[in-house]
């Protein structure tokens, strides 16, 4: 049988910037560890706005 | 009483059998299954024969415009390659070296004693190597479905149309690319929000579009919730649903500890597998293990030369130990991802100052060359010295030797750029990531 996929096709969309949603690749992925996880992001301005989005509330 | 009595067959098995002849002692070799264990039945040799096979007929569709793919007989074929190397590199050497061989399952009776097939073998020294075996997770429902690892899945006992693979490191990444190559639908399901967690995070970012390049589904962040039978086999997770015509388990390895280690007083550790010292000797001061069965990382070439490094502290009262910051690991896909030392993020935690510097593989001459631009190399360093190279890219498996060495001797940025490479090499993006320190590597001619 062909490979039947009844899944919500939003969870199986590739990796993404963790604030802007940008799709990364090896060239412009920004990493931060925040809380003990690594986060993945496009550049170090998303990874500045998740960090202040985390301590605000 | 023998001198050494070794249990388990496999890579770190047989290198301690040979260090024991080196040492002029005669080991007891206890093993069950097939001679040479894991690695040459159902490891490392059948899936880089298939992964190879794959590899062939992706340049036949490229080359030809036709789409062929290789037949479900090409896993037979590969018996023929395995049954060779098993022979030359196993068997033979049973008759070569000295030493006796007992087949039959081993179990700790006393500190100092095991016992197989009902005899009790006594020895003043052991080395446990009984390697590892496939984790089954408990998901409801199949064991009724039915299922496969690594040894079903590298001797199919049917040609099938599709795969679900759950599980989203190493092997699973190997196996979905070697079933997708054999025309294959797959899907990838794994737990955690990235493959290959614990890699670089380019690395797993690259493995997902690699896969999914292939034409391989990738779901990540989803957690498996049961397993029935329909038109084939239904994965149910939380985020729906996948049938396909079989399951392929790749969900990691636990170590096989079940041989009465209560009764010679060996502990376990945190993961399940055996607690060794740095010298790899046991709670028990006459017992050391090796490899798998350590359930650390679980590399051929480390299970060997670990037996070999446990069976000369056990032997002579050596103190010898392996730096295992330079171990380096390999995901055989086209392309390969490679590593070897710290990732950024664990140099970051040491004291020192850490960077580090990403070259994409189009940067490199060869890989232009070969048309293979996908990928990348990063190198960390702590306080100029070289302490992580991870790569993904063409052949790179080939080149993650001289990062360990470099990593084992405290290379600099500086030994590594005015080490002249060949040109033109993908191991030459060694030496240009390291001059991607000093400067911009994309304004250079091809050989500075
Ligand atoms: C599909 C697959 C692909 C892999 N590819 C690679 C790769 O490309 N590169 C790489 O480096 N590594 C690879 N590995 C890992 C590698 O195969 C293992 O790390 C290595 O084989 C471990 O060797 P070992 O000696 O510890 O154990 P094994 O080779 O598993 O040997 C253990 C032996 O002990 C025997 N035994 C167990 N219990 C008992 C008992 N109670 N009494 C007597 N005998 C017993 C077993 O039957 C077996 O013969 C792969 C593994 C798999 C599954
Ligand atoms: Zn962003």
Known sequence: MKLNLRINPEASTGDKCETCGKPLTSENLYTRRIGGQVHYFCCSHCADAFEKNQHCC | ?448
């Open chain 2, 1 to 448: 009483m023998y001198k050494l009595a070794i249990i388990g067959y496999g890579a770190a098995g047989f290198a301690g059998m040979i260090k024991a002849n080196e040492l002029g002692v005669k080991p007891v070799l206890i093993g069950k299954g097939e001679v040479g264990g894991t690695c040459v039945n159902v490891g490392c040799v059948p899936s880089k024969r298939m992964l190879h096979v794959g590899e062939i007929y992706k340049v036949a569709r490229e080359v030809t415009g036709s789409e062929v793919y290789p037949e479900f007989a090409a896993f037979r074929e590969k018996d023929l390659l395995v049954q060779e190397m098993r022979k030359t590199k196993y068997e033979d050497l049973l008759s070569y070296y000295d030493v006796e061989l007992i087949q039959g399952e081993a179990r700790f009776v006393s500190p100092h004693a095991v016992k197989v097939n009902g005899k009790v073998i006594e020895a003043e020294k052991f080395l446990i190597a009984t390697g590892s075996s496939p984790l089954v997770p408990d998901i409801p429902g199949i064991g009724e479905a039915g299922f496969w690892t690594n040894r079903e899945a590298l001797s199919p006992d049917r040609k099938i149309d599709s795969l679900v693979v759950i599980g989203g490191r190493a092997l699973a990444l190997e196996f979905a690319q070697m079933y997708r190559r054999m025309n294959v639908d797959v899907a990838i399901l794994q737990r955690s929000s990235k493959l290959i967690p614990d890699w670089e995070p380019e690395a797993s970012i690259e493995a997902r579009r690699i896969m999914e390049k292939e034409g391989i589904t990738v779901v990540t962040g989803v957690r498996v919730k049961e397993v029935r039978r329909g038109a084939g086999k239904v994965v149910v997770t939380d985020k729906g649903e996948v049938e396909a015509d079989e399951i392929l388990l790749a969900t990691g390895r636990k170590p096989n500890v079940e041989l009465g280690l209560d009764n010679a007083g060996i502990s376990l550790n945190e993961r399940g597998g055996i607690r060794v010292n740095q010298e790899l000797r046991t709670d028990n001061p006459n017992v050391y293990a090796a490899g798998d069965v350590l359930g650390g990382k679980m590399l051929e070439a480390l299970a060997g030369r670990q037996g070999s490094v446990a069976v000369e502290n056990a032997l002579t009262g050596s103190h010898k130990t392996i730096d295992e910051n330079a171990v380096p690991q390999v995901i055989f896909t086209q392309p390969n991802f490679a590593r070897v030392g710290l990732t950024e993020v664990e140099a970051r935690a040491k004291e020192g100052k850490m960077e580090s510097r990403v070259l994409p593989m189009s940067s490199v001459a060869k890989a232009e060359i070969l048309d293979a631009r996908d990928g990348f190399v990063k190198m960390v360093t702590l306080n100029g010295k070289v302490v992580g190279v991870h790569a993904v890219g063409e052949n790179v498996a080939e080149m993650i030797g001289e990062a360990s060495l470099a990593i084992r001797l405290g290379a600099s940025v500086d030994d590594l750029v005015e080490t002249v490479h060949v040109f033109p090499t993908i191991a030459e993006s060694l030496r240009l990531v390291a001059l991607a320190f000093r400067s911009d590597v994309s304004r250079l001619s091809c050989c500075v």
